[in-house]
């Protein structure tokens, strides 16, 4: 039975391999996973064509997040981390002041991008 929240999603054995080839590539395979974490992907690799167990699926996830989070680039982090919830207030400034098109601004990534970097070449 799936908990509140709890979605079923199947991995292929195409869709691991394309992550960590990106993770070879970025070299963060070693770097990031354990020893034991590399086995259990490998080995899913090789036996299953297609992930459907549940446990199996949770465990895979997990690593893969991780493999996400290391491959992440810093201003990509950045952005997500300071720029959108700079962007939000000043989108709700603006509004607050009457600017009825500020509502979109905080949506779009080149204005979030651009406040990203601001921050980091503040004095």
């Keep these: ?26 070299g963060v395979w070693y770097r ?5 974490e590399r086995a259990c992907v490998d080995l899913v690799v090789r036996v299953v064509e297609r992930v459907r167990s549940r446990l199996l699926s949770r465990v895979l996830f997990s690593v ?3 493999l996400d989070a290391a491959m992440e680039s810093r201003v990509w982090r950045l952005i997500r981390e300071i720029g959108v919830g700079l962007a939000s207030r ?4 603006a ?4 600017n009825k098109s500020a509502a979109g601004w905080a949506r779009d990534v080149g204005f979030v991008r ?5 921050h980091l070449n503040a004095p």
Excluded: F, H, N, P
């Excluded at 990031?32 to 034991?36: F, P, R, S």
């Excluded at 509004?95 to 009457?98: A, L, N, V």
């Excluded at 651009?114 to 601001?118: A, E």
């Design 32 to 36: 990031v996973l354990t020893k034991v």
């Design 114 to 118: 651009y406040l990203t970097l601001m």
């Design 1 to 26: 039975m799936m908990g509140a929240g709890e979605m079923l999603v199947s991995l292929s054995r195409s869709e691991i391999l394309r992550v960590k080839a990106r993770a070879l590539r970025r």
């Design 64 to 66: 893969l997040a991780k």
């Design 95 to 98: 509004q607050d002041w009457g």
């Design 90 to 93: 000043i989108c709700q400034v």
